[in-house]
């Protein structure tokens, strides 16, 4: 890699990283709005509280939105500029700029918008949209895990490749990936920095 490329690639990934920080913040927000209305549904079932499941779903509602915008601000001011300038200086992470750029931008938008329109009917396909493109994000941030790995040969980028796809099926592993993430990052810039300049 040329030193001009390397150059580039520590500010991409303090960009990616300082948006993986951001959006752990929108993850735990919309994992509460999820417990709210886990919560919610229990205590509805008890004598005299039927008025708290209707609560709990404004409230997890509220905060679904809240941590999808928390997350989208973070994934999209942050981390896909980042990805993008990483592609620029290193072409062989291209294919998962993409698919991170629009499964992430595309899948947060319309999940977003389908969870403002979830009271009416027509919220829910984009829901459902929306979850689909951001299964493509999900499998762009792996595939840029693994190309991580290969170039810094850091393990947490593999470990976080490998629960980024089982969060597909397991959606609180995501929480635990970004951490992974920051952390890998964190490593390859402070190594990166700690080259002699040629």
Do not use: Q
């Not at 989208?72 to 062989?92: D, K, W």
């Not at 993430?181 to 700690?194: F, M, N, P, Q, R």
């Amino acid at each position: 890699m040329s030193s001009g490329a390397e150059a580039a690639v520590i500010p991409a990934l303090e960009e990616m990283r300082s948006g993986l920080l951001i959006a752990l913040v929108g993850w735990i927000l919309m994992g509460i709005g999820l417990v709210a209305i886990i919560f919610g549904l229990f205590t509805a079932m008890g004598p005299g509280m039927p008025w708290l499941f209707p609560l709990s779903l404004l409230v997890s509602i509220v905060l679904v939105i809240l941590g999808d915008l928390v997350l989208l601000i973070g994934i999209y001011t942050r981390f896909v500029p980042g990805v993008r300038t990483l592609a620029h200086a290193r072409p062989e992470f291209g294919t998962a700029s993409t698919l991170v750029r629009v499964g992430y931008v595309g899948g947060l938008i319309l999940i977003l918008v389908g969870a403002v329109l979830s009271i009416v009917l027509i919220g829910i396909p984009l829901f459902i949209i929306g979850l689909v493109l951001l299964l493509l994000g999900h499998i762009g941030v792996a595939l840029l895990s693994f190309k991580m790995h290969d170039a810094y040969r850091n393990s947490l980028y593999l470990v976080a490749g490998i629960l980024v796809l089982l969060s597909i099926v397991f959606p609180i592993l995501a929480v635990i990936t970004c951490i992974l993430l920051y952390v890998a990052l964190g490593d390859t810039i402070k190594e990166l920095k700690s080259r002699p300049a040629p």
